[in-house]
């Protein structure tokens, strides 16, 4: 009887993809990073407890593409300063990926509030210095856009480890609550980078109801840069939380949990026409 390929696996090949996850090769992006403060206020405001302010309201901007084995990928994320105890990161509030293969990983498996966007990054030849322009876009508002000039080289940092903050859950199978109780999820990132330039630009951030950065706005840029830099990543869950304290945050990962709000809008009647 030929092999029912939704069958069971056998244990070899479950084996063997287990250890082949940790035998992947660097993968460079080109991505660019701004950093500013914020309202410290409004950055509060979107943190789910245990999770605390930082000393500083810190917005960081992400955007990166990559070639990953012949595919192309964009990746972006949006993220505030946040501590959890002893431990200082960021917690970020939208993910946008371009693949479906992308965005189901980092949510199922670390909890990332990963969404499917366009994630453009450009870069124009110009003989003062090249332009940048890069950008997140869905439901189509480019809700933030980052574009400057690259101003030169800059000294390459050792390798290091950033932190991220994620909730893991699942909505409730009957529209309320949660089927489980939550967990806070520590992502730690080896970064490595190869290539690191300055910009000298400007963030923008547009009204979108589905994305509201626009009330985090830039009080102070501190800084823009384009680098070229490949990172691995490892979690752990370091608690559980409180259901009914994360539960008014659940907007933030779905534009909406119960889909009513981003429906397709109803065919026009000949009335309405």
């Given at each position: 009887?030929?092999?029912?390929?939704?069958?069971?696996?056998?244990e070899p090949e479950i084996t063997a993809a287990r250890n082949?996850?940790?035998?992947?090769?660097?993968?460079?992006?080109?991505?660019?990073?701004?950093?500013?403060?914020?309202?410290?206020?409004?950055?509060?405001?979107?943190?789910?407890?245990?999770?605390?302010?930082?000393?500083?309201?810190?917005?960081?901007?992400?955007?990166?593409?990559?070639?990953?084995?012949?595919?192309?990928?964009?990746?972006?994320?949006?993220?505030?300063?946040?501590?959890?105890?002893?431990?200082?990161?960021?917690?970020?509030?939208?993910?946008?990926?371009?693949?479906?293969?992308?965005?189901?990983?980092?949510?199922?498996?670390?909890?990332?509030?990963?969404?499917?966007?366009?994630?453009?990054?450009?870069?124009?030849?110009?003989?003062?210095?090249?332009?940048?322009?890069?950008?997140?876009?869905?439901?189509?508002?480019?809700?933030?856009?980052?574009?400057?000039?690259?101003?030169?080289?800059?000294?390459?940092?050792?390798?290091?480890?950033?932190?991220?903050?994620?909730?893991?859950?699942?909505?409730?199978?009957?529209?309320?609550?949660?089927?489980?109780?939550?967990v806070l999820v520590h992502c730690l990132r080896r970064e490595?980078?190869?290539?690191?330039?300055?910009?000298?630009?400007?963030?923008?951030?547009?009204?979108?109801?589905?994305?509201?950065?626009a009330d985090l706005p830039v009080r102070r840029l501190l800084?823009?840069?384009?680098?070229?830099?490949?990172?691995?990543?490892?979690?752990?869950?370091?608690?559980?939380?409180?259901?009914?304290?994360?539960?008014?945050?659940?907007?933030?990962?779905?534009?909406?949990?119960?889909?009513?709000?981003?429906?397709?809008?109803?065919?026009?009647?000949?009335?309405?026409?």
């Open positions: 009887m030929a092999r029912v390929r939704y069958g069971p696996r056998p082949n996850r940790g035998s992947l090769p660097d993968i460079w992006s080109t991505g660019v990073v701004a950093v500013w403060e914020s309202d410290p206020d409004a950055v509060a405001q979107v943190l789910p407890p245990p999770l605390k302010p930082a000393e500083r309201a810190l917005v960081r901007v992400s955007i990166s593409q990559v070639d990953l084995f012949g595919t192309p990928l964009g990746a972006g994320s949006f993220a505030v300063s946040a501590e959890h105890g002893p431990h200082r990161g960021w917690y970020p509030l939208v993910m946008p990926m371009t693949t479906e293969r992308a965005l189901i990983g980092g949510r199922e498996v670390f909890g990332e509030p990963k969404k499917l966007g366009e994630v453009v990054v450009e870069r124009t030849a110009d003989p003062v210095g090249d332009l940048v322009a890069a950008r997140l876009t869905r439901h189509g508002v480019s809700f933030v856009e980052v574009r400057g000039r690259v101003g030169g080289e800059l000294p390459l940092p050792a390798p290091a480890e950033k932190l991220d903050f994620y909730f893991k859950f699942l909505p409730g199978v009957d529209g309320t609550g949660f089927d489980l109780d939550p490595r980078v190869r290539r690191l330039e300055r910009v000298d630009g400007e963030v923008l951030l547009r009204e979108s109801p589905f994305d509201p950065v800084e823009i840069s384009i680098s070229e830099k490949t990172s691995d990543q490892r979690g752990r869950v370091v608690e559980r939380v409180s259901p009914q304290a994360l539960l008014p945050y659940l907007h933030q990962r779905y534009d909406d949990a119960q889909q009513l709000l981003d429906a397709p809008e109803p065919p026009a009647t000949d009335r309405e026409a």
